[in-house]
């Protein structure tokens, strides 16, 4: 089955390789799945390095926005599960 993940907004074709590599291969997986344990995954594979916005752009992705689009709260909300992802990975 080929990838629909480039269909997604913030994803493009090095993203896509990274989610297909931990076994995330499609729209609907990765919908499944979620951001946040998207970018953990990717993490520990050490296939990026840990940095928010990776995992702002996944989750805009999700909810077919901008990754600049987020309001202040919404920014807020999303780096504190960053924060928390970071330090339940050890980074």
């Not at 291969?25 to 296939?47: D, Y």
């Not at 916005?53 to 600049?68: C, V």
């Amino acid at each position: 089955m080929k990838s629909d993940l480039q269909t997604l907004r913030n994803i493009g074709p090095k993203m896509e390789e990274h989610l297909i590599t931990v076994g995330i291969n499609n729209t609907e997986q990765l919908h499944s799945v979620g951001a946040l344990e998207a970018t953990k995954r990717i993490f520990l594979a050490g296939l990026a390095k840990p940095h928010v916005m990776y995992f702002m752009s996944l989750e805009a992705a999700l909810q077919d926005r901008d990754i600049f689009s987020f309001e202040p709260i919404e920014k807020s909300e999303l780096k504190l599960l960053y924060t928390e992802l970071i330090s339940e990975i050890g980074g």
